[in-house]
Nanobody, 127 residues
Framework: QLQLVESGGGLVQPGGSLRLSCTAS????????IGWFRQAPGKEREGVSC????????NYADSVKGRFAISRDNAKNTVYLQMNSLKPEDTAVYSC????????????????????WGQGTQVTVSS
């Protein structure tokens, strides 16, 4: 069974940084594209970023381009989301997910592409 566990969330002031981790158990992450998604109260889930299984292609939502960076460490079976210059509107529960497709050189921040989800970690940006 594919299991993903997120960590690294918390409370941070506007302009601050956090690094989220997504660690897999029961499978190796390097065979999967991994996506990060977020959902704020009363809003729909939003795709934030993804990294492909082949070649390290990355994709970002316009709202986070230039501020967030996704990366993977296959030796640690972990994908990271470095979040800088955080804004109050970044407040949400952040979840990672593994895609359901064969290994590919691209990825999309489309939730329908992803089949295994973590429980999420809360990120709150507030002064």
């Amino acid at each position: 069974q594919l299991q993903l566990v997120e960590s690294g969330g918390g409370l941070v002031q506007p302009g601050g940084s956090l690094r989220l981790s997504c660690t897999a158990s029961g499978f190796t992450l390097d065979s999967y594209a991994i996506g990060w998604f977020r959902q704020a109260p009363g809003k729909e889930r939003e795709g934030v970023s993804c990294i492909s299984s082949i070649g390290g292609f990355t994709n970002y939502a316009d709202s986070v381009k230039g501020r967030f960076a996704i990366s993977r460490d296959n030796a640690k079976n972990t994908v990271y989301l470095q979040m800088n210059s955080l804004k109050p509107e970044d407040t949400a529960v952040y979840s990672c997910a593994a895609d359901r497709w064969l290994p590919s050189k691209t990825c999309r921040t489309f939730s329908g592409d992803f089949g295994s989800w973590g429980q999420g970690t809360q990120v709150t940006v507030s002064s």
